[in-house]
């Protein structure tokens, strides 16, 4: 075969490939237009030069669900970067139980992180691609209520109430909402917001079809110690009998914890994706296959578990 003939048969492949995924995703595209679907993005993911490009992929995808009719929220983190600056000042972070110790200065630094820099780095990126984004702290309109949950750790808030009124209007208005987690009590006092359990919170208030974690794993293991054995599929309940056994550990704690929530309220799937992959929230929703763990409610999955091989 000639160097011709096999560029062209490679042409050919990859425009039939390609042709393939575009149709595959048409019924995806049809049930999800119009729904809203709630994002948590770590602030690792823009921890570093090196994920740039990575950042910049997310905002992509992030405006091309917005254009085919999806409604996204996004709501980020900024835990690298928070502590980053710490050290720069002079102030060294500290961590009780995977918290952040929050005294005023920590507060105060961790808003001109969340609200100056991570929120407006990440509002740009999307605008960027085509999508209409608006910038929006826990604290603007009471999005986030929060109280003190322990003396002992400062300004870290509890979420009580989430008002969501000022996303459906920017939703309404055509616009992607990008949420910085820093909450307020009823004095108005600042507090730092875990992001993970604040963006199941915020998917509840509007009644979200999926709640989806971008993390920096490939999904959540059957056993913690195996990387073969990704779940792919599970229940809310087959959830809550791997966090009582121990299954679970560490950050992915907080996140099943907040799936389970979550889903035995108004939220329909949740997903945990490996935010590293390139393109990861196209492939989960719009191909047959998807990427990572979904999480659904009891009702929607057979009895069983599923692992991957």
Do not use: W
Request: net charge negative; hydrophobic share 45%; charged share 20%.
């Amino acid at each position: 075969m000639s160097s011709d003939t096999t560029v062209r048969a490679l042409m050919e492949s990859s425009h039939e490939l390609t042709g393939s995924m575009l149709s595959e995703a048409l019924p995806y595209i049809q049930r999800f237009a119009g729904k809203i679907v709630v994002v948590k993005y770590g602030g690792n993911a823009l921890a570093g030069s090196s994920d740039v490009d990575a950042a910049s992929t997310f905002a992509r995808d992030i405006a091309l669900m917005h254009a085919v009719g999806i409604k996204p929220v996004v709501v980020h983190g900024g835990g690298p970067q928070i502590s980053a600056l710490m050290e720069r000042l002079g102030k060294k972070p500290e961590f009780r139980n995977g918290l952040r110790v929050t005294d005023q200065e920590t507060i105060e630094i961790a808003s001109m992180v969340l609200l100056g820099t991570v929120n407006p780095q990440l509002v740009s990126a999307i605008n960027v691609h085509g999508a209409r984004a608006v910038g929006v702290s826990g604290q603007d309109a009471g999005l986030l209520q929060v109280t003190q949950r322990d003396p002992g750790l400062g300004f870290v808030g509890d979420i009580h109430h989430v008002d969501p009124t000022v996303l459906l209007s920017a939703i309404n208005d055509n616009a992607v909402p990008v949420v910085a987690t820093i909450g307020c009590d009823a004095s108005g006092q600042a507090y730092n917001v875990n992001a993970d359990t604040a963006a199941a919170a915020i998917a509840v208030a509007l009644g979200a079809e999926k709640l989806i974690y971008l993390t920096d794993i490939e999904g959540l293991r059957a056993d913690k110690d195996d990387s073969s054995s990704l779940v792919r599929k599970a229940t809310a309940s087959q959830i809550s009998a791997m966090l009582e056994t121990g299954s679970i550990d560490g950050g992915m704690i907080p996140k099943m914890e907040s799936c389970v929530s979550a889903l035995q309220q108004t939220v329909h799937d949740c997903h945990i994706l490996d935010g590293r992959i390139a393109h990861v929230l196209l492939i989960e929703l719009f191909t047959i296959a998807g990427v990572g763990t979904m999480v659904s409610r009891d009702t929607e999955l057979p009895s069983q578990v599923k692992a991957r091989n």
